[in-house]
């Protein structure tokens, strides 16, 4: 249980695809401006290989404490988790840095079509997908302006993912949009759709000039934009 007044954690999920530890650099800038921050999964290890959302979701509930509130930042494709978490946890905002924005209710598509028609053709025999920084030319990785170290690490976590598992839909719960606040951190217009959702649904949006990773790139830029969010949808004394 957290302490009376003290700060709600900040977690920092990272996407199924790749993992935690590109939320390092930020998650080191939040401590070092007094937030309590948590990076899920733990950035290191390599990510475990997604099955399906409903796993994915258990697996990250179970880094989640039951009986603390805490502050969900979610980037990419853990979008998807947010709807689970927030049903399950004490959720006091949510922050969706360049993600996915599930369906209001019903059921939601993991990926668009239209990437799931791109990459059809990469997967093998088996079904499995190369590690997400191979889905692209390398001249496409490179326009995200990763250091070659930075790079090799993000590679050396990355998971291989079946194609099953972007083809898939996964169930929302109903009314979880309206019940926590939530905000919208861009880069560029990768995620220029979910952009303009967001802002129809009344949510702050901050749109930064980077690409899908710019939090390595960036993370000061990125730690900012994420603290002064935070600080617009919540007491200052929450996170």
Same mark, same amino acid.
Request: hydrophobic residues 50%; aromatic residues 4%; negative net charge.
């Given at each position: 249980?957290?302490?009376?007044?003290?700060?709600?954690?900040?977690?920092?999920?990272?996407?199924?695809?790749?993992?935690?530890g590109?939320?390092?650099?930020?998650?080191?800038?939040?401590?070092?401006a007094?937030?309590?921050?948590?990076?899920i999964?733990?950035?290191?290890?390599?990510?475990?290989?997604?099955?399906?959302v409903?796993?994915?979701?258990?697996?990250?509930?179970?880094?989640?404490?039951?009986?603390?509130p805490?502050v969900l930042?979610?980037?990419?494709?853990a979008?998807?988790?947010?709807? %689970?978490?927030?049903?399950? &946890? =004490?959720?006091?905002? @949510?922050?969706?840095v360049?993600?996915? *924005?599930?369906?209001?209710? +019903?059921?939601?598509?993991?990926?668009p079509?239209?990437?799931?028609e791109?990459?059809?053709?990469?997967?093998?025999d088996?079904?499995?997908?190369p590690?997400?920084?191979?889905?692209?030319?390398d001249?496409?990785?490179?326009?995200?302006?990763l250091?070659?170290?930075?790079?090799?690490?993000?590679r050396?976590?990355e998971?291989r993912?079946?194609l099953?598992?972007?083809?898939?839909?996964f169930?929302?719960?109903?009314?979880?949009?309206?019940s926590?606040?939530?905000?919208y951190?861009?880069? %560029?217009?990768?995620?220029? &759709? =979910?952009?303009?959702? @967001?802002?129809?649904?009344?949510?702050? *949006?901050?749109v930064?000039? +980077?690409?899908?990773?710019?939090p390595?790139?960036a993370?000061?830029?990125?730690?900012?934009?994420?603290?002064?969010t935070?600080?617009?949808?919540l007491p200052?004394?929450?996170?």
């Open positions: 249980m957290a302490a009376a007044g003290a700060p709600s954690p900040v977690l920092l999920v990272g996407s199924p695809l790749l993992g935690g590109m939320w390092e650099p930020v998650a080191a800038l939040l401590r070092g007094g937030r309590q921050v948590r990076v999964p733990a950035p290191g290890a390599p990510v475990a290989r997604p099955r399906d409903p796993e994915v979701l258990a697996r990250t509930l179970a880094a989640i404490p039951r009986d603390v805490v930042v979610v980037h990419s494709n979008g998807n988790l947010v709807p %689970g978490i927030v049903c399950e &946890r =004490e959720v006091l905002a @949510a922050v969706f360049d993600a996915v *924005v599930p369906a209001a209710s +019903g059921t939601s598509a993991v990926a079509l239209v990437l799931v791109q990459l059809a053709p990469l997967a093998d088996a079904g499995l997908l590690p997400w920084s191979r889905w692209f030319p001249d496409a990785i490179g326009e995200l302006g250091e070659p170290a930075v790079l090799d690490e993000l050396r976590q998971p993912v079946p099953s598992y972007l083809t898939d839909a169930h929302v719960p109903s009314g979880w949009r309206e926590v606040p939530c905000a951190v861009a880069f %560029g217009t990768t995620y220029a &759709r =979910e952009q303009r959702l @967001a802002a129809s649904l009344g949510w702050p *949006v901050v930064l000039d +980077g690409r899908h990773l710019h390595l790139v993370p000061d830029e990125v730690a900012a934009a994420i603290s002064s935070l600080d617009a949808l200052s004394s929450s996170a």
